[in-house]
């Protein structure tokens, strides 16, 4: 499996961004996805989440500002991000995970300018 994430990039406080993660095979199933994020000397953190069902789940601190969703025709997953702080700086990475096996793409940088 592989995942391309795209859409990354520098944006003033309060701006928008929408990142994007392309898998290369069907995302319809027992497969949850997932965007993280690694902010600089950090941990890599789970922001937010979206089954099959779909239902969706969001870190605290993104709730209400981001929102994930995915497109099953074009096996993409996206996260709408508004209102972005500083504090959402970092690298966001897509995982597809199903049935215990993990994968991973390349991140894509979000820098947000205060």
């Known amino acids: 499996v592989q995942l391309q994430a795209s859409g990354g990039g520098l944006v003033q406080a309060g701006g928008s961004l929408r990142l994007s993660c392309a898998v290369s095979?069907?995302?319809?199933?027992?497969?949850?996805m997932g965007w993280y994020r690694q902010a600089p000397g950090k941990q890599r953190e789970l922001v937010a989440s979206i089954s099959s069902a779909p239902t969706t789940a969001y870190t605290n601190s993104v709730k209400g500002r981001f929102t994930i969703s995915r497109d099953n025709g074009k096996n993409t997953v996206y996260l709408q991000m508004n209102s972005l702080r500083p504090e959402d700086t970092g690298v966001y990475y897509c995982?597809?995970?199903?049935?215990?096996?993990?994968?991973w793409g390349r991140g894509t940088l979000v820098t947000v300018s205060s």
């Open positions: 995982n597809f995970l199903r049935l215990g096996q993990s994968y």
């Open positions: 095979e069907s995302i319809v199933g027992p497969i949850v």
